[in-house]
């Protein structure tokens, strides 16, 4: 176990601070990182469809089931005006991620009851106007949506086999395919393997699928999740930085936790080619415990879900000390 393992303690004071959150942060911490028993998390967990940040996105539905007026993008979006400028961001109230908010936080789908039927009949895609839950030609919009689908009993089974089709010879994907890129993202492919993981933890997956989450799960791990397979430079200057929400950015906070997720799906050991994201995560870590949010994604949103940059995150904060937990209980093991 690593020297500065403590990183991954949680002191009471510290308990106690995350505890003090919204439920759809609070149940997740009352879980996985105080092993509380199930009624009692649970509780707290059916309380997001009538509390705080949850119940707050769950008012803004539109009477079609969308929010926003649109599937990726607000009705009123202006492809073409400021907002669509140079670091303005993409916008982050329309339905996929206003679902995909919803469903990481905890949301019983029971909340959205109908949502799925009237979104096949009232959404498409700003791309061809594509029907809703076939998905459309971007991977990273496909896998939002297919785990969005898969939480709301939307059949979207078409778009796990289409990863399966798309999948680049180096085992990721790329977003860009469309424009001919025929080389993996880092971005894409982390986006893709979460997706395909919701899928395969709802349904238990295929054969195919599963292959394809870890052929592209291996993509990333050649790259230690952080360097350039080719020349060992940064595969993106921002990698390193932490901020909440996730959004579809590419972190290596972001990256840790789908593989603390997948391996626990998979019954494995972590994977030894996470250390150096790990340790990049644990050195963010402040001396009172904390993780501090340290930008926010630029774009059109509903509310703010977590702390100014500069200030310590509590979702960040859970989300760092549950991987280096996971990360330092079994790395303990192999080597205790």
């Not at 500065?4 to 879980?31: G, K």
């Not at 986006?191 to 291996?218: C, F, I, P």
């Not at 080619?273 to 009172?288: G, N, S, W």
């Amino acid at each position: 176990m690593p020297d500065d393992a403590a990183a991954a303690e949680l002191t009471d004071a510290l308990a106690d601070w995350l505890l003090d959150s919204d439920p759809a942060l609070r149940w997740q911490v009352e879980r996985d990182l105080l092993g509380e028993p199930d009624a009692v998390w649970q509780a707290t967990r059916a309380r997001v469809a009538t509390d705080g940040v949850g119940a707050r996105l769950l008012a803004l539905q539109d009477p079609d089931g969308q929010w926003a007026g649109g599937a990726f993008f607000p009705k009123d979006f202006d492809f073409h005006g400021p907002e669509a400028g140079p670091g303005a961001g993409q916008p982050w109230t329309a339905t996929t991620w206003s679902l995909a908010s919803l469903r990481e936080w905890g949301l019983d789908a029971a909340a959205l009851a109908g949502t799925a039927e009237r979104l096949a009949a009232s959404c498409t895609w700003e791309y061809d106007d594509l029907p809703y839950w076939d998905g459309e030609v971007d991977c990273c919009i496909n896998a939002f949506t297919l785990a969005n689908g898969v939480w709301l009993g939307a059949d979207v089974a078409g778009i796990a086999d289409w990863f399966v089709e798309h999948a680049q010879a180096e085992g990721g994907w790329n977003c860009g395919w469309v424009e001919g890129s025929v080389r993996s993202s880092v971005v894409s492919t982390l986006n893709s393997v979460r997706g395909l993981l919701a899928w395969e933890q709802a349904t238990g997956g295929s054969d195919a699928v599963r292959a394809a989450r870890h052929a592209g799960e291996e993509y990333l791990l050649e790259r230690r999740l952080l360097h350039r397979l080719t020349t060992g430079e940064p595969i993106l200057p921002d990698a390193l930085h932490v901020a909440y929400p996730f959004r579809g950015t590419y972190s290596a906070l972001k990256a840790t936790d789908h593989f603390r997720a997948a391996a626990l799906h998979d019954g494995v050991a972590p994977d030894p080619r996470l250390a150096e994201a790990i340790e990049a995560v644990r050195a963010r870590r402040r001396p009172d415990g904390t993780w501090v949010q340290e930008r926010r994604h630029p774009g059109r949103v509903w509310f703010e879900v977590d702390v100014e940059p500069g200030e310590p995150s509590r979702w960040l904060t859970f989300h760092a000390t549950r991987v280096l937990r996971w990360w330092d209980a079994a790395r303990g093991a192999v080597v205790g």
